[in-house]
């Protein structure tokens, strides 16, 4: 028998004074009543109740157990209310890990409006350029650009990000302006120390073309990488969420703008289907929303 619902059961009894009465407000019957009460005795050793015909009291062990079952019922009963509360509106701290390259201002105006949506939710965002075990590291979820997710993960597609090569107007005047994806080959690249991209596939108008990215620097920081490029060390790939203010403002050049560099998917990655979290729907659901409205 379930230890919970006989606890239920036998606080009933003693709150109803007969097994009769609690039986009714229990919606069961009276024998099932007994039986739960007798279970818990059986399982304790001791005797809880004195049954007459006409008379039901607590006996001294009955009674202790009796104020203790009470208070962790209680206890129980309003974890159960908590949790209910969380679960109709999402509150609480979403704890979020995410590529560096997500510090953007089209990703920051994102949560702007996340929060002004869900202010009762605080968002506990980690960017950080590796690999995550959500459950280890208590995560409630992750966002992860990639072109093969896991099979082992859950994951929902948000959007692709396309990565696009970009240089300072000063290392351009320095050193010219690649035309053609064979041009790459002849410049210095700035490239991240989490991927491997020593080369790149450019597909255009007249084809497809492996461009050779020669490093003058590695680094696992993004916005490192994009001080280089603006101190004109070199060039360097970068997601367009992170660089199109960049570009629009003129700080950096876009190069090859007719050639399509590789553009993995941002997937939102979690740890279960079944018991997920209201916090975590509605931010997976608001950014599916968001960037389905907005231009890769």
């Known amino acids: 028998m379930d230890a919970l619902t006989s606890l239920r059961v036998f606080r009933e009894v003693v709150e109803a004074g007969s097994f009769v009465k609690a039986a009714e407000r229990l919606d069961i019957s009276t024998a099932m009543t007994s039986k739960h009460v007798a279970n818990l005795e059986r399982q304790l050793g001791v005797r809880l109740l004195n049954r007459t015909t006409r008379h039901l009291s607590l006996t001294e062990a009955g009674s202790v157990y009796y104020e203790q079952c009470s208070e962790a019922l209680d206890i129980l009963k309003a974890a159960e209310a908590a949790v209910g509360v969380q679960t109709a509106q999402p509150q609480g701290v979403l704890k979020v890990t995410a590529p560096g390259w997500f510090a953007n201002r089209r990703f920051a105006d994102m949560l702007v409006a996340y929060q002004a949506r869900y202010p009762d939710v605080l968002v506990d965002l980690r960017l950080e350029n590796r690999f995550v075990d959500l459950v280890e590291e208590g995560y409630d979820m992750a966002l992860r650009a990639t072109s093969e997710p896991s099979p082992s993960l859950i994951v929902r597609p948000l959007c692709k990000?396309?990565?696009v090569l970009v240089g300072s107007r000063a290392y351009l005047d320095r050193h010219g302006e690649p035309r053609h994806p064979d041009d790459v080959a002849r410049h210095r690249l700035i490239l991240p120390t989490y991927t491997?991209?020593?080369?790149?596939?450019?597909?255009?108008?007249d084809g497809a073309f492996i461009a050779k990215n020669h490093a003058v620097l590695k680094t696992n920081d993004s916005s490192m990488a994009?001080?280089?490029?603006?101190?004109?060390?070199?060039?360097?790939?970068?997601?367009?969420?992170?660089?199109?203010?960049?570009?629009?403002?003129?700080a950096v050049v876009r190069l090859l703008p007719d050639y399509a560099a590789f553009a993995?998917?941002?997937y939102a990655v979690y740890t279960?289907?079944?018991?997920?979290?209201?916090?975590?729907?509605?931010?997976?659901?608001?950014l599916s929303e968001t960037l389905g409205d907005q231009p890769n």
């Open 264 to 266: 993995p998917s941002v």
């Open 226 to 250: 994009l001080q280089l490029v603006h101190a004109g060390m070199g060039l360097a790939y970068f997601p367009l969420w992170m660089i199109d203010h960049e570009v629009a403002s003129g």
């Open 196 to 205: 491997n991209i020593e080369s790149v596939t450019l597909t255009g108008p």
């Open 272 to 286: 279960s289907r079944k018991y997920m979290t209201t916090k975590v729907r509605t931010f997976i659901d608001f």
């Open 161 to 163: 990000t396309p990565f």
